[in-house]
């Protein structure tokens, strides 16, 4: 019974809404960048490369040999395209988690300011805000005790 009562807890706690909607937001954006490394960044990198495609890219190690019309043995090859493709998928994904991070630490950091009025702080923020202030408040207090 242990199991359930955790997975109760965890379930309302919003935990597995929160993983949901990542995995969601995840593909949707695995997507857009696919569309965006295939369709935008490759041509280009196609076009200066004089028109080569470069998915198809290998390097042959050894050729086919046709034997009435048998491929025998088979080509052997290392496909070195579909890296240099990977790996343009790769630094544009980092790129744009990186941006997205750092615009939410932007926007995190002004809401978690209690003087930046153009923010909500967080109602916990405020409040610590709040007390750190009275604190700052009572130790001038109990200084100009001490100096008189």
Known sequence: MGIIK?????????NMIDIAIGVIIGSAFNKVVDVLVNE???????????????ENKKLI?????TVDGVAKPEQIAIGYGKLIEVSVDFCIIGFVVFLVVKIMNTIRK?????KNATEETPKNIELLHKMTELMEIQVKQLEELKQK
């Open 6 to 14: 955790e997975f109760k807890e965890f379930a309302i706690k919003g």
């Open 40 to 54: 935008i960044f490759l041509p280009p990198l196609s076009f200066l490369t004089d028109g080569i495609n470069l």
């Open 61 to 65: 190690l050894r050729e086919a040999v």
């Open 110 to 114: 002004k809401a978690n300011d209690p």
